[in-house]
């Protein structure tokens, strides 16, 4: 079945680091991704999505493009900052199905 | 906009007692995910619901479970009689159809004693 592999965290990181955290997929059809992010008590927020491949998705300087041939779909952001940790969750959903399937998600800390 | 409602925020309750989670989908949504987040499982996919009626509820871990949907603005997730290890935090979330991002609830932190 469809599936999805994040990197295990916690990630820290120091203030203005270059953020990298590996997503990869697994599925059979052709599905849109999408990286969410949760803040401490809160529920899920989407961050940001793509989909088809070759699509790059962006937000709060955030960005993850969708690569078929890897198929992977890598959050990056040139320069964290402390209110940037959360837990990220990398996700998809096949185009024939309702529901998402989420990753473990990632755990980042970010120090002054 | 208000955003997917959830409550209560905190439930802290002993083992046995019923527990009713309830959640008020975005309105015009048509789809509502109930999930269940642990340390130990991450974020699980309980059941959802398309207008009101039941999908698929195979991410139910038993009988002791229950979701209903009575009508579109309003959910509840029932757990009789509750265990300890049923304590987690339980999110609901809505959707306007399959195609489009969900959006969660602040979710339900609930403490079996």
């Known amino acids: 079945g469809d599936s999805v592999t994040q990197m295990e965290g916690p990630v820290t990181l120091s203030e203005e680091a270059f953020l990298t955290i590996n997503c990869t997929y697994t599925?059979?059809?052709?599905?849109?991704l999408f990286w969410y992010v949760q803040y401490p008590g809160e529920g899920l927020q989407l961050l940001l999505k793509a989909t088809k491949a070759d699509d790059k998705g962006s937000n709060k300087g955030f960005e993850a493009t969708y690569r078929k041939e890897t198929t992977s779909f890598h959050l990056e952001k040139g320069s964290v900052q402390v209110s940037d940790s959360a837990v990220y969750f990398c996700?998809?959903?096949?185009?024939?199905?309702?529901?998402?399937?989420f990753g473990s998600g990632t755990r980042l800390s970010i120090r002054p | 906009d208000a955003g997917v409602i959830q409550s209560p925020r905190h439930e802290v309750t002993e083992m046995g007692q019923e527990v009713t989670l309830r959640c008020k989908p975005i309105s015009g949504h048509n789809s509502l995910f109930w999930y269940r987040q642990t340390m130990m499982r991450g974020l699980e996919l309980l059941i959802y619901?398309?207008?009101?009626?039941?999908?698929?509820d195979s991410g139910m871990p038993e009988d002791r479970f229950s979701a209903k949907m009575p009508n579109a603005s309003f959910s509840t997730l029932k757990i009789q009689p509750s265990e300890p290890r049923d304590s987690a935090v339980y999110f609901c979330?809505?959707?306007?159809?399959?195609?489009?991002?969900?959006?969660f609830g602040d979710g339900t932190r609930l403490s079996i004693l």
């Open positions: 619901f398309n207008n009101n009626v039941p999908i698929d």
């Open positions: 979330a809505s959707t306007l159809d399959t195609s489009q991002p969900q959006h």
């Open positions: 599925a059979t059809g052709y599905p849109s």
């Open positions: 996700a998809l959903r096949d185009s024939s199905a309702s529901k998402i399937i």
